[in-house]
């Protein structure tokens, strides 16, 4: 069954805006991990947070999880062209045979 | 470079042909896995090979049949496809799914056109 669903499914901003998309889910989990997949290519990992945590930073991304709502957010701030993506979360379930599940994804265009 | 090489690229291929797909990892990784992605669906996982074992097939049709003959490669041999298998194909690897905290590294697909 589908883990992760992504909100909203496509998102155009202007180029220095920030950007937020988020991640629901129906399970317990061990982490949540967000990747980023340019068109034609593969999935790339951006960030892992693990259940027990609440916040994590990386370069100019910032990932919140609430294990109490079951949801997840990606914020990219200041952002660029380059970032124009798809981005899919993926969440390894507690107890489970340690696959990821990954949600349909959020294609973000950054206009310049 | 992800350190993860799919080949080829690009597959068109009948109906009734029979094709194999090429996955190498260069990251010392012993679990690798095949998905599939299709237009306005998520990501499907298919196989998942531990140390050169299966450890899950995810009700994948017997025209998929995949081989790992060492933790570096993983192969899926592919005969009597159907339109619907149309899709780009997927591999990844980790260092072992007993490594929960650990991403999964992806190549960069190959792109199949069943005709």
């Known amino acids: 069954s589908q883990q992760g669903e992504e909100d909203p499914q496509a998102l155009s901003i202007q180029e220095g805006e920030n950007a937020t998309m988020n991640c629901s889910y129906k399970?317990?989990?061990?982490?949540l991990q967000w990747y980023r997949q340019n068109s034609g290519r593969g999935l790339v990992h951006l960030i892992l947070?693990?259940?027990?945590?609440r916040e994590k930073h990386s370069g100019r991304l910032r990932v919140t999880l609430d294990t109490s709502k079951k949801s997840s957010s990606l914020l990219i701030t200041a952002s660029r062209a380059a970032d124009t993506a798809s981005y899919f979360c993926a969440t390894d379930e507690a107890g489970g045979a340690q696959k990821l599940v990954f949600g349909q994804g959020t294609r973000l265009t950054i206009n310049p | 470079e992800t350190g993860v090489t799919q080949t080829p690229r690009h597959l068109v291929m009948g109906m009734t042909n029979k094709k194999s797909l090429k996955c190498e990892q260069h990251l010392g990784h012993n679990a690798m896995y095949w998905y599939k992605q299709s237009a306005k669906k998520p990501l499907e996982l298919m196989f998942v090979y531990n140390f050169k074992e299966q450890t899950e097939n995810n009700s994948v049709p017997s025209r998929f049949s995949p081989e790992c003959p060492n933790s570096s490669h993983l192969f899926l041999h592919l005969h009597t496809l159907q339109p619907e298998d149309s899709a780009l194909y997927l591999c990844a690897s980790s260092p072992g799914q007993g490594f929960v905290f650990w991403p999964q590294h992806f190549g960069d697909g190959t792109r199949l056109s069943i005709l």
């Open positions: 399970t317990s989990i061990n982490n």
């Open positions: 947070i693990r259940s027990n945590e």
